[in-house]
């Protein structure tokens, strides 16, 4: 059994109407209200034992509080007047109480006609009317048979009088509370409430309070969970307790008012999850803490946080919008924005995080997934560094990874090459040419079990989290946001797992878009800023850590850090003259005419204003720079099938990478595998991949390019082979930039490209010589590494026995790899040296691979004359 005691506050009215079907009881004594514990009509069979001393306690608890009332009645009689507060309840046991007066909503009693003895009680009554009461609490329950809210009062008082316009403006508010029965066992509690705001300097005040948070200038009602006035408690309550000069009588009266009714919320609310979080708000604040439930709270609209959504690295976003209460097991969502790059502009970019629920007990704000700034420490600074100057260090440095991202965003055409050196975001299945309808195919086909959670972001119902892997890139990358998104799908995640937020950031009258104070909020000014405008250290601030863009050796679009790029290096000729296994006049050749179309594409012009280069007779066609690498012939039959090859290893990719070394551009590699051999498919894929390489003025190596190039036929199984052809031909005429095809397989050559082919280098079986410089480049690069036990030793070989074994330069690379990782693992203890054993052993068995190789095709060309 509880103490009774009572369920309004001082100064307010409880007005309950109809009837409680509730084991809860509400006994009325005098005017005021006081829960008791259920009756003995609502205990079960099982309680019966107890019976007798319930009853007893409650007539005990009865007595009790009609001798109190009685006291306060009188002190009221010998003050003169009353405290101005009037409640009115009927229960269940009404009559039992007073059979001879009801309580109304006006706070009179109705006497019985002709009753002297109750003058006394009359003459308080006539006082109470004069003085009406500032607020009123109703209690209305709902009734499932008329589908609608009841209050719980004595309805035949309010017919009789009911409270009149002239009264109703002395009134400051109306507080209602809502309750549902549950069930006939378990006590009803009040789901939520709402309050009625009458006293119009009130309404005014809590406008001004409240309105850069959501609710209007002028607030005539409000209803659970308060959220603006919530946001703004802090400041209300300054309010509240504000004593200004020249203010009006009924200014101040308004802040009194304001007082109660932030007493009445945060200590009798109505709503559960609201109580709660008062009662532990103390708490909260001491400790910097929080629960699940009340993590609304912390995030108002306006309030910058902290995130690492990408590759833990610190990310600042400013909230936009998020939940209020959430359920148990319920997820806590917000959306959020930073100042991100689409390509062509800046802008504000939304994104939606949540935060899974974890149950009911208290966590520490700062081990959130995302949380205000102001709560931001970092112990690596030391243990006398204050949370403001770790919150300075922080914004010194995210301003400044700012300015990089927007350097690396804006960079020109044929500058979006960076070397890169860490850790990215790779899209799984992701290939260059993975368009955004393929995306969308597979993903339709995706089962939504295979949405994942980030602890920021979760997937939608219907759409799933594309998984994403991580690796390590030490290489070329391009930057390149617009490409990233045109080629890959719109629900692509581009800030580690999420994507971008598809709703409203927010809705604003333009009233109050043009107000400094939601300017200043939502930000809404960021969007659509141009590169060449200037930038406030904010927008600085709330750039993210990660770029949008391509690997180009891993052939995959990427998220990349930010912090990860570096400058490319300069233009270098070293390997294509020192490395490269190649004659010097085909050297000689390839060197001035990609030096030649380089000066070209920079528009030289003589003094007759006209182009020094030749033009073609159409305008933009023949401008590229096409060049041919092809192996000479060699007759080799092998198992199913018989063609005419080029030899494999010689140094034409090389010869593609060293060129694109020696030009200073990115090198973009594509395989029939990347533009396909479907006929609806291949043109686009192939336009697609020209345009790439033109916007980043990259060379372009098209390898292994045979099913390209071969002669077009008549018979109806050349279709798809002609229509390809014919595809590439088209593109070929207004390409600008450098092309190299290679191939390895010359039985046949359409005689159409090869008109379009302006240089061919033929590269023959490397001879002993260029063997041998193979060998020495790489035991040179082990030797600056202190790999190698008998450099000079390992010298004498390759010169003595390399024109003995026939390698070309895979084969050789290949060797030398794996007697180093032999050497490696078979003498951990002696530094893992490479040692002449490990070499000669390694090119035996690739020798006696080859020598296999050329016995088995012996035999096939046996069984087939």
């Known amino acids: 059994m509880q103490s009774c005691k009572p369920t309004t506050p001082t100064n307010c009215t409880t007005v309950p109407e109809g009837s409680i079907q509730s084991p809860m009881d509400s006994r009325v004594v005098r005017g005021q209200v006081f829960e008791m514990q259920p009756t003995m009509e609502s205990l079960s069979a099982g309680e019966a034992e107890s019976k007798n001393k319930i009853a007893e306690l409650e007539q005990r608890y009865i007595r009790l509080l009609e001798s109190r009332i009685l006291q306060l009645e009188q002190r009221a009689v010998s003050s003169g007047k009353t405290n101005g507060i009037s409640e009115s309840v009927k229960s269940s046991e009404e009559d039992t109480i007073d059979n001879d007066s009801t309580v109304g909503v006006d706070g009179d009693r109705e006497q019985p006609a002709n009753d002297d003895a109750n003058d006394k009680e009359s003459k308080l009554d ?19 048979e008329t589908g609608d809210f009841k209050n719980v009062e004595a309805t035949k008082k309010e017919e009789k009088k009911a409270i009149g316009p002239e009264n109703r403006s002395r009134r400051a ?8 029965a549950r069930n006939r066992r378990s006590e009803s509690e009040p789901h939520s409430s709402e309050a009625k705001i009458e006293f119009e300097p009130l309404q005014r005040l809590l406008g001004k309070i409240t309105s850069k948070w959501g609710w209007g200038e002028v607030v005539t009602t409000c209803s659970t969970p308060y959220k603006p006035l919530i946001y703004a408690w802090q400041e209300a309550m300054r309010e509240s307790q504000r004593h200004i000069e020249g203010e009006t009588e009924d200014e101040q009266q308004a802040r009194t008012d304001l007082r109660e009714l932030l007493n009445i919320i945060s200590t009798s609310s109505g709503h559960l999850p609201l109580d709660r979080y008062f009662k532990d708000r103390a708490t909260f604040l001491e400790e910097q803490t929080i629960t699940h439930a009340a993590l609304w709270t912390l995030f108002p609209p306006g309030t910058v946080i902290i995130a690492r959504p990408f590759l833990d690295e610190p990310q600042v976003f400013t909230v936009s919008s998020c939940d209020g209460f959430v359920g148990e097991r319920e997820t806590f969502e917000l959306v959020c924005f930073c100042f991100d790059w689409t390509g062509t502009e800046f802008t504000r970019v939304p994104f939606e995080m949540a935060i899974p629920y974890w149950g009911p007990d208290r966590r520490s704000i700062v081990e959130l997934p995302f949380y205000p700034l102001q709560y931001y420490t970092d112990p690596s600074l030391g243990e006398n560094i204050t949370s403001a100057q770790a919150i300075d260090h922080l914004r010194s440095t995210l301003i400044s990874r700012g300015h990089n991202f927007v350097k690396y965003c804006t960079s020109e055409k044929g500058k979006q090459m960076f070397k890169y050196v860490g850790d990215a975001h790779f899209h799984t299945g992701r290939s260059l040419l993975h368009t955004a309808e393929t995306a969308d195919s597979e993903d339709s086909r995706r089962s939504d079990d295979s949405s994942t959670s980030t602890g920021i972001g ?3 119902p219907g759409r799933e989290v594309r998984m994403l892997s991580r690796k390590k890139i030490d290489g070329t990358t391009m930057v390149d946001f617009d490409s990233f998104f045109e080629y890959l799908s719109p629900s692509t995640p581009i800030l580690g797992n999420l994507r971008r937020y598809e709703g409203e950031l927010e809705s604003l009258s333009p009233e109050r878009r043009a107000n ?26 709330h750039c993210p850590p990660r770029v949008l863009g391509y690997a180009l050796k891993q052939k995959k679009w990427a998220q990349l850090l930010v912090k990860g790029l570096q400058a490319p290096d300069a233009a270098d000729a070293t390997v294509f003259e020192e490395k490269l296994q ?15 179309h380089e000066e070209g594409k920079k528009s030289i012009i003589g003094r007759s204003g006209e182009s020094r280069g030749l033009q073609d007779f159409a305008p933009d066609k023949g401008k590229g720079l096409v060049i041919m690498l092809y192996g000479r012939p060699i007759l080799l039959s092998f198992w199913d099938y018989a063609d005419s090859l080029g030899f494999p290893g010689v140094g034409k990719t090389l010869t593609a990478e060293s060129v694109a070394l020696m030009a200073g551009k990115p090198l973009l590699s594509v395989g029939v595998s990347d533009i396909g051999i479907e006929g609806d498919k291949v043109e686009a894929n192939l336009q697609k991949v020209f345009d790439l390489a033109g916007r980043w003025e990259a060379v372009l190596l098209f390898d292994e390019a ?17 229509a390809m052809v014919s595809v590439l031909l088209r593109v070929l005429e207004y390409y600008d930039g450098i092309l190299i095809l290679t191939t390895n397989r010359m039985k046949s050559f359409d005689i159409a490209v090869q008109s379009r082919i302006h240089i061919a280098i033929k590269y023959d079986e490397l001879d002993s010589e260029q063997q041998f410089a193979i060998f020495q480049s790489f035991l040179e690069q082990l030797k600056r590494k202190k790999l190698v036990e008998d450099y000079n030793q390992l010298i004498t070989w390759a010169k003595k026995d390399s024109k003995k074994l026939s390698f070309n330069g895979r084969q050789i690379r290949n060797v030398v790899s794996t007697a180093m990782n032999i050497a490696l693992v078979e003498n951990k203890e002696g530094g893992g040296k490479l040692k002449l054993d490990h070499l000669i052993r390694v090119a035996t068995q690739t020798k006696e691979f080859k020598a296999e190789l050329k016995s088995q095709d012996e035999i096939y060309k046996a069984k087939t004359k």
């Open 173 to 180: 508010f109306t507080f209602r509370k809502l309750t549902f």
């Open 706 to 722: 045979d099913v390209f190039l071969e002669a077009r036929g008549d018979g109806e199984n050349d279709l798809r082979r002609n």
């Open 126 to 144: 006539e006082t109470e009317t004069d003085d009406e009461p500032r607020y009123t609490v109703i209690v209305s329950r709902w009734d499932p």
């Open 582 to 596: 190649l004659d010097e006049e085909a050297k000689n050749l390839v060197k001035w005419s990609v030096q030649a």
């Open 516 to 541: 400094q104070i939601f300017k200043d909020m939502y930000k809404f000014h960021w969007d659509k800023h141009p590169p060449h405008r200037e930038m406030t250290e904010d927008q600085f601030l």
């Open 458 to 460: 979760r997937a939608k």
